[in-house]
């Protein structure tokens, strides 16, 4: 007796089965509809505790529905808190930026934003802090040296604090003399309100090519300390 030919599925089921989503997590144990406030209510807890933009293909995995379902949540979100639905205007919007989605402040509210947040500190970036990270925007990856030659001065102090304020970070070395190389991160772009590195302002002519600072980082010392 022979085995009896394996039959191919109907196009419609294999067409079905080619775009189920989401992916579902496999420790996923409960409904997110069955929830309090539902799925839109999950969406905002997620939203809340988000220090990045999240993008509609991470949540919808998180939250076990369709991409194109939570991509419609976000949207009835995002206009629930412009006051489209009847309700107040919220004192934060929804918005899609750097490929994701997160919760901001209303711009409206800058001003009242602007006075909490900068009442009593001090910690805010310094100019010489500003001019290094111009210069590593606009001529990533660098060097420490690199940096110190094109302002004139040792930046060593400036870039620990840039790291340490997630401005910046290690991308590697240089290739002639191993000294650490620096770029910019994601959080710049989102503290500067950009997709990407293209929409700086065109300043980067007006500063000298990299290149012809090359062998800076051979001696072993940086600008400004004594021979």
Do not use: C, K
Not at 134 to 143: E, G, H, S
């Amino acid at each position: 007796m022979t085995d009896a030919p394996e039959q191919d599925a109907p196009d419609d089921q294999v067409a079905a089965g080619a775009h189920d989503e989401p992916v579902v997590p496999d420790d996923l144990a409960f409904d997110v509809e069955s929830l309090p406030g539902g799925a839109l209510g999950a969406l905002e807890a997620v939203l809340m505790v988000a220090d990045e933009p999240v993008s509609a293909v991470r949540l919808a995995t998180v939250l076990a529905l369709p991409t194109a379902r939570v991509e419609e949540l976000l949207h009835e979100l995002a206009a629930d808190y412009r006051g489209e639905h009847g309700g107040r205007v919220r004192g934060f919007e929804l918005r899609e930026v750097g490929q994701g989605w997160r919760v901001y402040s209303a711009p409206a509210l800058a001003d009242v934003v602007g006075r909490f947040v900068l009442d009593g500190q001090t910690a805010r970036l310094t100019q010489a802090a500003l001019e290094t990270l111009a210069v590593i925007a606009y001529r990533q990856p660098v060097t420490r040296g690199q940096v110190s030659a094109v302002r004139g001065v040792n930046v060593d102090g400036v870039v620990r604090t840039l790291v340490a304020r997630g401005l910046i970070v290690e991308t590697g070395t240089e290739p002639t003399s191993g000294a650490l190389l620096y770029a910019t991160t994601g959080y710049f772009l989102e503290r500067m309100g950009l997709s990407t590195l293209d929409e700086l302002p065109p300043l980067a002519p007006y500063l000298p090519e990299i290149d012809a600072f090359e062998g800076v980082d051979d001696t072993g010392r940086t600008i400004g300390e004594p021979v």
